[in-house]
């Protein structure tokens, strides 16, 4: 999933994220929401100066803008032009926030530049996550905090059990391959970190609408259409069947200091 080819497939040649977002939005069962969850972990304080890569479309601070303490400066950065104009659509009339094209190997920041620093689900797409981690201490503030969202290897385990059957067909991605998630995460922190709070979040899908889900899985798998007609057939069964599929989520956050 490092390799830049994919990166560019999935966010930069094309907006995928958004349908993987609203699938998550649709049929996640924890009404709390993974956004609100996200937001309600960081402490942010008056004045902080805030640091985001990978923001994507800008979802965890969609509706957020009212309740930051005063003086709050968000800046808003990711590796896809395409993704950095869909979060000024987003936001473009507030002043919190401000957007540039950033890779997060190379920061054009000051060292001890910011208060707090974001990457959500965005480590494991870094070619050089060393690089990566280097740069988020060099700009994060001594009392700084580093906020940074992943899978485990479990995550969407339905689908993939689905996809183990088609693996000599084509290649699926596997969250268990990810270069960061939640079992090793610790250990690649550690190095950069002192202090490092592992946090977990609950919650599963209930997918009702077999295209919905169809749409999910394409949206990060290139798959043959005759391997595309077997997997609507499984998922079909299962959902005639139950009603729905239910698929388990394992996702968490690392909060981590200096």
């Known amino acids: 999933m490092s390799d ?115 990457a959500n689900h965005l480590l494991y797409h870094v070619a050089d996550i060393e690089k990566a981690l280097s740069e988020v201490k060099r700009v994060l503030k001594i009392d700084g905090i580093f906020y940074a969202t992943t899978v485990g290897k479990h995550h969407l385990m339905e689908l993939e059990i689905i996809y183990r059957i088609y693996d000599n067909f084509c290649k699926f991605s596997y969250s268990g391959d990810l270069s960061f998630i939640l079992e090793n995460g610790h250990n690649i922190l550690k190095n950069y970190f002192s202090v490092i709070d592992k946090r977990l979040y609950k919650d599963s899908l209930e997918v009702t609408d077999i295209k919905d889900l169809m749409d999910y899985i394409v949206s990060y798998n290139k798959i043959p259409n005759e391997i595309y007609q077997e997997i609507f057939g499984i998922i079909k069964k299962v959902i005639e069947r139950d009603g729905m599929m239910k698929i388990v989520k394992n996702s968490g956050m690392f909060i981590c200091k200096k």
């Open 4 to 118: 830049q080819s994919i990166v560019d497939d999935l966010y930069i040649k094309k907006d995928t994220l958004s349908t993987r977002v609203n699938l998550h939005q649709k049929y996640s069962i924890n009404k709390q929401g993974w956004n609100n969850w996200v937001f309600d972990q960081y402490n942010i304080n008056e004045n902080n100066k805030i640091l985001e890569f990978g923001c994507g479309i800008g979802s965890i601070w969609k509706e957020k803008e009212n309740v930051l303490p005063n003086g709050v400066e968000v800046i808003l950065t990711d590796i896809s032009p395409l993704m950095v104009e869909k979060v000024k659509e987003n936001f473009f009339e507030n002043k919190i926030f401000s957007y540039q094209l950033m890779n997060i190997q190379d920061v054009p920041f000051p060292d001890n530049s910011f208060d707090i620093v974001i």
